[in-house]
Nanobody
Framework: QVQLVESGGGSVQAGGSLRLSCAAS????????LAWFRQAPGKEREGIAK???????SYADSMKGRFTIAKDSAKMTLYLQMNSLTPEDSAMYYC???????????????????WGQGTQVTVSS
């Protein structure tokens, strides 16, 4: 069992930046497929970025350029750096983990066994 705890959300003006963190309870997390998702009210959960257990990363096409996924293995913490935020980025942001080294293609929520509780990001214009 892996527990994930997100932090770093908050309110920011358009054009601003935030860095989200996701702390894990087990160091085996470091070899897992990890990902960030977000969900806005009334919308489906959408994938943002993934990190394979070997450190390789990939991004959803619509998220490329403004979001960066990173990990500090010593701290067992996953990060999401978000820049040039717009009101359309307002959502609950979640980290997720799957106990496999390489992530499945795409961003299906069902591929991930462990989820954090989410952290809210609100971007004002």
């Amino acid at each position: 069992q892996v527990q994930l705890v997100e932090s770093g959300g908050g309110s920011v003006q358009a054009g601003g930046s935030l860095r989200l963190s996701c702390a894990a309870s087990r160091n085996s997390y470091n070899g897992y497929c990890l990902a960030w998702f977000r969900q806005a009210p009334g919308k489906e959960r959408e994938g943002i970025a993934k990190m394979h257990g070997d450190g390789g990363t990939s991004y959803a096409d619509s998220m490329k350029g403004r979001f960066t996924i990173a990990k500090d293995s010593a701290k067992m913490t996953l990060y999401l750096q978000m820049n040039s935020l717009t009101p359309e980025d307002s959502a609950m942001y979640y980290c997720a983990a799957s106990p496999r080294r390489y992530c499945f293609p795409g961003y299906r929520a069902g591929d991930f066994s462990y989820w954090g509780q989410g952290t809210q990001v609100t971007v004002s214009s």
